[in-house]
């Protein structure tokens, strides 16, 4: 890790390296808004990321050929990068993106895992755990945390109200979808069970009905 005299990860690669890894890692980041990463390459990713989002709202000739030689594939994303993303952070000063440490990703590799993303987009984590929160403490009638109020705040800061309403109504209705389902598959159970027992006992009044008599008789003569 960074400290001391040392300001950067090295990420146990050469400079070369380390740049194209870091260049990958936020080009996907600027394509899916959304990557996992060990811990590491997502915080020296989420530095690059910053710089990338303060080009693109300086939007001058410099920050685009700057931001051009950083992204792999340019001509898709730097559409992307000067409008939607710009226009989305214009109001903010800071803190494009967020790192959230995960599970680790593989079993057999227990390094420290995280999820890298742009705060306020599409798949804002924080914004979507508050909308799920909310849709549960309306489902089982009781008021909300304060923890809770303040994530409230804070995801509605620079975003619509509205969106965030819409996302605990979507929860809401997923819920409550989701228990009529399992109550609905329970019935089926009992009903299958019910109708496999009769099936059951008629096939074995048919069984009776098939021996012969003369077999029936012998078991007579035996007991």
């Known amino acids: 890790m960074a400290g001391g005299t040392v300001k950067y990860r090295h990420l146990s690669r050469n400079s070369s390296a380390r740049q194209a890894l870091l260049r990958g890692l936020v080009t996907q980041l600027v394509q899916y808004e959304h990557i996992q990463t060990t811990y590491a390459k997502a915080k020296e990713t989420q530095r690059l990321a910053e710089k990338l989002i303060t080009l693109a709202k300086r939007n001058n000739e410099p920050c685009r050929r700057s931001a051009q ?17 710009r226009n989305r952070y214009l ?5 494009y993106t967020r790192v959230v440490r995960t599970e680790p990703k593989n079993t057999y590799d227990q390094g420290e895992s995280a999820i890298l993303e742009f705060v306020d987009g599409k798949k804002d ?3 979507m755990m508050t909308a799920k929160t ?11 945390t304060p923890v809770t109020l303040q994530n409230v705040k804070k995801v509605t800061k620079f975003r619509d109200e509205k969106e965030l309403e819409d996302m605990v109504q979507r929860f809401m209705i997923l819920s409550t979808e989701g ?7 329970e019935a089926q159970s009992a009903e299958s069970a019910k109708l496999a027992e009769k099936e059951s006992a008629a096939a074995g009044a048919m069984a009776e009905d098939i021996v012969p008599e003369s077999v029936r008789s012998g078991e007579r003569a035996k007991r």
Do not use: C
């Not at 109001?91 to 803190?95: D, I, M, S």
């Not at 228990?179 to 598959?185: P, V």
């Open 69 to 85: 030689g950083i992204l792999y594939t340019p001509n898709l994303l730097l559409p992307k990068l000067f409008g939607e993303l």
């Open 134 to 144: 909310l849709a549960r403490d309306r489902l089982l009638g009781r008021p909300s």
């Open 179 to 185: 228990k009529d389902g399992s109550a609905a598959g």
């Open 125 to 127: 984590s924080r914004f």
């Open 91 to 95: 109001t903010r000063e800071g803190g």
